[in-house]
């Protein structure tokens, strides 16, 4: 009976060990994903209606040189998850008119779990810092919206379409 007893509880950890294992293949960083655009202060503070966003005039384009820039679009495209995700941050900061096409291009072909998330949250930001007066911004995220596979958080997608079309407004 002792070793029967021992077999089932081994057994029982392998189960759990598989389930949770499977569960984070198929939702791997569900909760991460979501804490780019979700914990951002201002964006929690505008969806609580508690303030309006702080809009000043454009801050100048990035001083980050043009050869930083070039290798951040060229790491977008790296095998390398965290090189990726670092350089799709770090667009944030680069000239709107160099980061916006690779942005928008990740924001529909990109890794859907996380170099999506990063990417809506770098235009977000680009918006916010250099303006959308154009809005080829929002046309970015709401082909993301319209032409997204089922992988497309259109829901995260949408907030932030809101966060810029509100911005604008306050301009």
């Known amino acids: 009976m002792d070793k029967r007893m021992r077999v089932l509880v081994g057994l029982s950890a392998v189960g759990i060990v598989a389930a949770v294992t499977v569960h984070l293949v ?8 979501r804490i780019p655009v979700e914990a951002d202060p201002p964006a929690l503070a505008m969806r609580s209606g508690a303030m309006q966003p702080v809009v000043g005039p454009a801050p100048a384009p990035s001083t980050a040189s043009p050869q930083i820039v070039e290798q951040w679009i060229a790491d977008t495209a790296s095998g390398d998850a965290a090189k990726r995700a670092a350089a799709i941050a770090a667009l944030a900061e680069a000239p709107r008119a160099k980061a916006l096409p690779v942005l928008g291009r990740i924001l529909t072909d990109g890794e859907p779990q996380v170099d999506r998330p990063l990417a809506l949250r770098s235009l977000r930001d680009l918006a916010l810092t250099q303006g959308d007066d ?7 995220v709401r082909q993301a919206i319209y032409h997204g596979d089922d992988l497309t958080r259109v829901d995260d997608a949408q907030e932030v379409l809101d966060i810029i079309e509100e911005s604008q407004r306050s301009q």
Do not use: M
């Open 134 to 140: 154009d809005g080829a911004i929002r046309d970015a």
């Open 26 to 33: 198929t939702h791997p960083l569900e909760s991460v994903a």
